[in-house]
């Protein structure tokens, strides 16, 4: 798969004049969903970026521009953005810090909960105090309950309120530099989300046929008005998960149903909403056709490394989202010019909080499918992608589209497959 380029500009296409859509006549600003809003005057405009209560103002024109451009570019905007971004830090670190406080507490009374449960129990009544403390203790450390507690504590409570207060010692440094300096990430950001991405929005539709199938297939007793079964585990791994002694017993095809299968409408929602960053992402940057080939090729390796060292069954798609952000943790390094710093250092932040909540979650998260993904992702962009110091995009050759359309057409039929398996064992099992 050789690499060619498209273009000869000497800025990436975010930064260029033409990023984003002709201003019209006047004053205005455009919300996430694209819709403009327009405004009489350079004070009206102000007072919409200052009031902006949770960052809806994405652009902004003005009659000197012929393009629109992001707040942070116009010098005018400095004090109202930094009464705004003021705002928005100290009610998510509120919001935040309630959060930190309420899970903490339910963590807490989960804890002593289980630990005078086994504090109680017939077989430690004749031990000595410390050895029933020890007991309870290390029962509580090795309690299932506790664990996901713990992991839930990490994930939805103290890395937002850790966010939110980094951002908050940040804010000192939102002065006319720092705005400036925050341009090429904030137009990279905003330019990004506004691109389309149709193969990332059918393998996130495949994901969530199956994810369906899961939480339909299973109670056909019920109907389809269960829904309160999407927030029960998962059916299907029995049928089509990575049950590691049925795939060396010859079941094969478990290691590629098992990435399109999830444990429950969380694992589910992380994993959405990773596809959907890192798809995207993958699919602007270096083309359509190697989203779905990095996508397979992590997961399958990623399953490998699950089999060699996991033995539990295991199921979900962080093996190929693992992959997608190991490849363009490596693709942005060897394409330096294509995005700024600051936007492959959120990559690194997201192996590094990956590494965490499979630290804190080590008993319920399969990290030999991260690692082995990653791996492979990586692995992958280093041989396909050569250096190259252009700030285009690489254009995909006539290779690259027909063993991508030819492994979007496998990732389909394993999609089709894992949902018949689980209708049908669904069916079997009633």
């Known amino acids: 798969m050789n690499e060619s380029f498209e273009g000869k500009s000497e800025v990436p296409v975010w930064a260029r004049e033409s990023a984003f859509p002709e201003a019209p006549a006047g004053w205005g600003w455009v919300d996430p969903k694209g819709k403009p809003h327009p405004c009489e005057a350079l004070e009206s405009l102000t007072h919409a970026v200052r009031d902006d209560p949770d960052g809806r ?61 086994k504090l109680g129990t017939p077989a430690a009544d004749h031990a000595p105090i410390t ?65 389309k991405a149709p193969l990332t929005k059918v393998l996130m539709g495949l994901i969530t046929l199956v994810g369906l199938a899961q939480t339909l297939g299973h109670y056909p007793s019920e109907g389809l008005g269960s829904l309160l079964s999407i927030f029960k585990s998962w059916d299907g791994t029995a049928t089509a998960g990575l049950m590691k002694d049925r795939y060396l017993q010859g079941e094969w095809w478990r290691l590629f149903t098992a990435p399109f299968l999830h444990g429950n409408i969380v694992h589910f929602l992380m994993n959405a909403s990773a596809l959907i960053y890192l798809g995207k992402r993958v699919e602007v940057f270096a083309r359509w056709p190697h989203l779905p080939m990095v996508f397979l090729f992590a997961a399958c390796v990623g399953g490998e490394a699950s ?40 990559l690194a932040g ?53 063993v991508g359309s030819l492994t979007m057409a496998v990732l389909i039929a394993i999609a089709a497959l894992s949902v018949w398996l689980i209708v049908m064992g669904g069916l079997a099992a009633n």
């Open 57 to 117: 103002v994405m652009l902004i024109w003005t009659p000197a521009h012929g393009r629109m451009r992001v707040p942070e570019e116009l010098s005018e905007m400095g004090d109202a953005l930094r009464t705004a971004r003021a705002h928005w830090t100290e009610s998510d670190l509120t919001a935040a810090t309630r959060k930190l406080r309420l899970l903490g507490c339910l963590l807490v009374g989960l804890g002593a909960i289980t630990f005078f449960q």
């Open 350 to 402: 997201g192996v590094f909080l990956t590494a965490l909540i499979g630290l804190v979650g080590f008993r319920y998260i399969d990290n030999a499918a991260h690692l082995g993904g990653l791996l492979a992702g990586m692995i992958y962009a280093a041989i396909v992608f050569p250096k190259s110091a252009s700030p285009t995009r690489p254009r995909s050759t006539l290779a690259d589209r027909i």
């Open 131 to 195: 050895t029933r403390l020890l007991f309870a203790a290390l029962a509580m450390l090795e309690s299932t309950q506790c664990g996901l507690g713990l992991l839930a504590f990490v994930i939805f409570a103290f890395i937002p309120w850790y966010q939110a207060r980094k951002r908050r010692l940040q804010l000192p440094s939102w002065d006319a530099a720092g705005l400036a300096k925050n341009v090429p990430a904030i137009r990279f950001e905003i330019w990004l989300d506004r691109q």
């Open 307 to 346: 089999v060699r060292f996991v033995a539990a069954p295991t199921v979900g798609a962080s093996g190929g989202l693992m992959g997608l952000l190991g490849f363009l943790l490596v693709f942005e390094t060897l394409h330096a010019r294509l995005v700024p710093r600051s936007a492959r250092r959120r």
